[in-house]
């Protein structure tokens, strides 16, 4: 049979279903690459964008603003510490009894005593008082022996007191027992507080209490074992820790004491109509005899300065009438607002004035012939006793009557009068009791309690040892608080603005601060009065200052985004462009990458392209680095120029041809002016002559006669007193080499002697 056999095909056309099928190519393969795309480009690219990355923190730091660090905890902790628990500082109270046959005992006493003290103390313990942070001693002086309790750690020897007078005149008495007690507050303070004693003698009828000077008060008379108790634990809480105000505290916010510690005391005398009288006054003898211990006993709790004015054509604003009843001119309690007249009295001269001292003014009026004399009447109808008043913060005013008024209102021409000593002294005694109700105390000699009436003794500092206890227990409560309050309000301000220029100043004034107030704080826990109210006082001062610096208020300081919105309309466009670039270069990439047939790239050449940027990147680094070191030098660079410019004007009258005055080198003086100076002498004593050395001269040493008159000029060698001309203009010949100076100096010294005859001679004069 025959067999029918199909044409065999062609080795290459094998049928379709012998063969896989191959996925489609996106590219036609006549434009296929046939090598992977580089990455040239790319990193070319990016290296672009990234050196913009690099530059973020260059800028970044360039706009830094300069933040001293500032001890935020620190302050926090303060604050807390001080609001969470008020200020009480240690005191020690002793109570003194004689010529009492008590049954109780003397632990009895003592609780007797603190029971009484509870009840007249505040429920809510006050900042600055002893309550409760007190110990109170009993001590029994009867006359076989003598009791004292445990917690006695200072008590007069038995007997002692038995020996003092007390029946005999106040001031001996208060000086008998400061002598007898006053060892205790001297020597112990700073061990627990000072040493307060009350001393309770059982005899006589009329019962007297007075409080001394010092730390010390007595009760004379025939009181029972109640009374006394009673009596002595008021004048504890009320006098000695309370400074006699019926409230138990000094607000330490009406104190006037400024921020800075200082206080300025503005005495003035006002003449209201200088055509009718004029007075003046010997102030000096004041200052010195009745100022300077006040000033000296308040230097714990301020610094006090004092000054003095006269002045004249100053009326008062209120009005005045007569009364036939006490025949003068009248000006009540309802016109004291009125009377100061701020619009005609210039009282605030002084420098401290403007700054954040305290300034507290005390004025004699002495009015006028029209409503002469002046008196004040008091709301109940009566003429105030002492005719003044005081404004709280601002100071007090006396209205002063001349006795001889009537009579010099007569007389057509005015006289000049000087207030006597006596009457300046009475005046300034009204004073010093203004100035302590200015600082929370009584005026009188009285106070007045729910179980009698006490003595109070005057001192002449103006206040006793015990009162100025309480102002500087007051006064460092205060400081603390408004020390911690201040330093509080500027950590939140520096902490909100992130943008604020903290100075180096302001780091440093913080710390101090805080230093100052831990120290008021140790000196205050031991009982160290006087020492706690000085460190106080340096914390508050210095949180001010720190809060206050001009720095602060600068106008430097602005957000994050107030920068953002300066700096992005420079490098926002080009950024966005090249951000853009570096992604288009990215596309094309993997697209050439399809084009080689090898799809969108290996993990390998990812890293490799990711190494070969960060090595790009450390590259950028350096230069980077570089760069910034290039910038110093040209800065220095341009520091030097800018030197030798400054030096260039200053001779640019030489460089321009003006005349100079002289021209001196080697003690010789040539010539008057420049264009005048003789080229021989220049020659013989600078130059060597030509043709001598041929070194010499083959190295730029040139005669004079070569230069121009306008080419010379005055120039000091270093080493050496000649001179040296120097080159002005770039088309004159060049100044002469260091190796022609040399040459100089070594035949300076012959040639100053051959040419001395001859300089002379031809009109050189000696310098």
């Known amino acids: 049979m025959a067999e029918i056999t199909e044409p065999l095909l062609p080795a290459t056309e094998a049928p379709e279903t012998s063969k896989p099928q191959e996925p489609a190519l996106d590219f036609d393969p006549k434009t296929m690459r046939k090598t992977k795309p580089g990455v040239k480009r790319l990193i070319l690219t990016v290296s672009v964008l990234f050196s913009f990355v690099l530059g973020v923190p260059f800028i970044y730091k360039s706009v830094e603003i300069y933040r001293a660090p500032l001890p935020f905890r620190e302050i926090e902790s303060l604050s807390a510490q001080i609001d969470s628990k008020p200020f009480q500082f240690p005191c020690r109270l002793q109570a003194i009894f004689i010529g009492f046959d008590w049954k109780s005992s003397v632990a009895t006493l003592e609780s007797s005593i603190l029971s009484q003290m509870t009840k007249l103390t505040s429920q809510t313990p006050q900042c600055g008082t002893c309550s409760p942070n007190h110990t109170v001693s009993v001590v029994l002086n009867s006359n076989s022996h003598c009791l004292q309790s445990r917690t006695a750690s200072c008590s007069p020897e038995c007997g ?297 003794l005057a001192s002449e500092r103006g206040f006793t040892v015990w009162e100025l206890d309480v102002l500087s227990r007051m006064h460092t409560c205060f400081n603390l608080h408004s020390c911690a309050t201040t330093l509080g309000s500027l950590s939140r301000l520096v902490q909100s603005l992130p943008r604020m220029i903290i100075m180096d100043e302001i780091g440093k004034q913080v710390k101090y601060s805080l230093e100052a107030a831990k120290l008021a704080q140790t000196n205050a826990s031991l009982g160290v009065y006087n020492a706690s109210a000085v460190s106080s006082r340096q914390a508050r001062s210095l949180a001010e200052d720190a809060f206050f610096h001009p720095s602060i208020m600068s106008v430097s300081y602005y957000s994050f985004e107030h920068c953002f919105a300066v700096y992005s309309p420079f490098f926002l466009p080009v950024s966005i462009h090249v951000l853009l670039a570096a992604v288009r270069e990215w596309r094309r990439h993997k697209q050439e990458n399809k084009k080689s047939g090898s799809g969108s790239g290996t993990l390998s050449e990812l890293l490799v392209l990711a190494e070969k940027l960060l090595v790009f990147a450390e590259q950028l680094l350096v230069l980077e680095a570089q760069l910034l070191v290039l910038l110093d030098k040209l800065f220095d660079l341009l520091k030097r120029l800018l030197g030798v410019l400054l030096r260039l004007i200053q001779h640019l009258p030489v460089l321009l041809g003006k005349p100079l005055k002289l021209v001196a080198w080697g003690g010789w003086a040539v010539g008057e002016q420049l264009p005048q100076t003789p080229l021989h002498c220049l020659k013989h004593h600078f130059f060597a002559v030509s043709g001598e050395d041929e070194e010499e001269e083959g190295s730029g040493c040139r005669e004079p006669e070569r230069w121009s008159k306008r080419q010379l000029a005055l120039y000091q060698g270093k080493g050496s007193p000649r001179a040296a001309i120097i080159h002005v203009n770039s088309s004159c010949p060049s100044p002469p080499s260091k190796t022609c100076k040399r040459f100089w100096r070594s035949k300076s010294e012959k040639l100053e002697k051959e040419c001395v005859d001859d300089l002379q001679a031809k009109g050189c004069r000696e310098n």
């Open 160 to 456: 002692a007191i038995r020996s003092v007078e007390l029946d005999g005149d106040d001031e001996a008495v208060d000086e008998a027992l400061e002598s007898v007690l006053g060892g205790c507050s001297g020597s112990n303070s700073g061990s627990g507080g000072e040493v307060y004693s009350v001393v309770v003698v059982n005899r006589g009828e009329e019962v007297r209490a007075v409080v001394g000077k010092y730390r010390h008060a007595w009760i004379v008379g025939r009181v029972s074992e109640a009374e006394a108790v009673s009596r002595a634990a008021e004048i504890f809480v009320k006098v000695f820790v309370n400074g006699g105000k019926e409230e138990g505290l000094i607000h330490g916010e009406f104190m006037p004491v400024g921020a800075d510690g200082t206080v300025v005391l503005s005495f003035n005398l006002l003449n209201a109509d200088p055509r009718d009288w004029v007075y003046d006054w010997d102030f000096q003898s004041v200052d010195e005899t009745l100022l300077a211990p006040i000033i000296e006993a308040m230097k714990p709790v301020a610094n006090i300065s004092v000054e003095s004015q006269v002045l004249y054509h100053m009326p008062k604003s209120s009005l005045s009438y007569w009364d036939d009843k006490w025949d003068s001119y009248i000006f009540s309690t309802k016109d004291l607002p009125f009377f100061v007249n701020s619009n005609e009295w210039h009282l605030d001269t002084s420098i401290a004035a403007g700054g954040r001292s305290k300034m507290l003014h005390f004025v004699i009026y002495i009015p006028s012939a029209k409503e002469c004399p002046l008196l004040l009447q008091l709301p109940d109808g009566e003429i105030s006793k002492t005719n003044s008043f005081i404004s709280p913060m601002w100071g007090g005013v006396i209205v002063w009557n001349p006795q001889t008024c009537r009579k010099d209102s007569e007389s057509k021409h005015p006289s000049r009068h000087t207030i006597s000593h006596q009457d300046l002294q009475k005046v300034f005694e009204v004073f010093m009791g203004q100035f302590r109700q200015l600082f929370g105390f009584k005026s009188d000699n009285l106070y007045v309690g729910a179980s009698g009436t006490s003595s109070l």
